[in-house]
């Protein structure tokens, strides 16, 4: 075997040393490039790993957000049903009453009272005082811009009211009834005191929920509403409400 010794330099040539820093910059120049793409590489592969085994181990990340329909049917709640004592018309607006009454934390049979006397559950009734819709509500507990004649507008400021008046009447339902009709101040009064119209109010309210208490027997607290003017409401509503006929 031929064993080949080192060539010498020649003289006036330098020797190439191995530690060259042109050759350890090129060196750099190729092998930093090739490094990263290797990492990427190698990140990747962990990354598709990591995901496939979340999927074999049946692990998931959060559920995506579920976002309700435009327009999606409000869902009635649970609780004490709508009362039979009163008008069809009123009777037309039961699941209505049953959601407001609850937003409001009220009695769904004492807001049916009071639509039955304020409007016998026309939207579209206007009073000679000037109050609005279902609960007769008058314009100045409306703001700039709302309908008094929407319904859910209507309910919204009436039924805030109600729910006041009786949260001021300590519970007392003939007291928060007077204060609805002739103003939150007229609560602290005497009944004896109060206008006309507003112990007639209370009575004909007190009257309706006597019936609803009594039903299936028949009382006289919506008989006597009806003979008292209340059945030119209803007749109207009833048009209204493409109930009459």
């Not at 049917?73 to 069809?88: D, I, K, R, W």
């Amino acid at each position: 075997m031929t064993v080949l010794q080192p060539t010498a330099a020649r003289p006036g040539e330098a020797g190439l040393s191995p530690l060259d820093p042109g050759f350890l910059r090129r060196c750099l120049l190729l092998a930093v490039p090739c490094a990263l793409s290797v990492a990427l590489v190698l990140a990747t592969l962990n990354l598709s790993s990591a995901v496939r085994l979340r999927l074999m181990d049946g692990s998931s990340g959060p559920a995506p957000r579920v976002v309700p329909e435009a327009g999606a049917a409000a869902e009635v709640p649970s609780g004490p049903a709508l009362s039979p004592a009163f008008t069809p018309e009123v009777r037309y607006w039961s699941q209505a009453i049953l959601r407001w009454s609850q937003a409001f934390g009220l009695d769904p049979n004492l807001v049916a009272a009071v639509m039955q006397i304020e409007s016998c559950g026309d939207p579209t009734a206007v009073s000679s005082a000037g109050a609005r819709g279902l609960f007769q509500v008058m314009p100045y507990h409306f703001e700039a811009g709302e309908d008094p004649l929407d319904p859910e507008t209507n309910a919204r400021r009436g039924l805030r009211y109600l729910a006041q008046a009786l949260e001021r009447a300590g519970g007392q339902v003939g007291l928060a009834l007077a204060g609805y009709n002739g103003g939150h101040g007229v609560i602290a009064w005497p009944p004896e005191s109060w206008p006309t119209e507003t112990r007639r109010y209370a009575g004909w309210g007190t009257g309706l929920l006597a019936d609803v208490a009594a039903w299936p027997a028949s009382g006289n607290g919506l008989s006597a509403w009806l003979a008292a003017g209340g059945s030119r409401l209803c007749v109207r509503a009833a048009a209204v409400l493409g109930l009459s006929g």
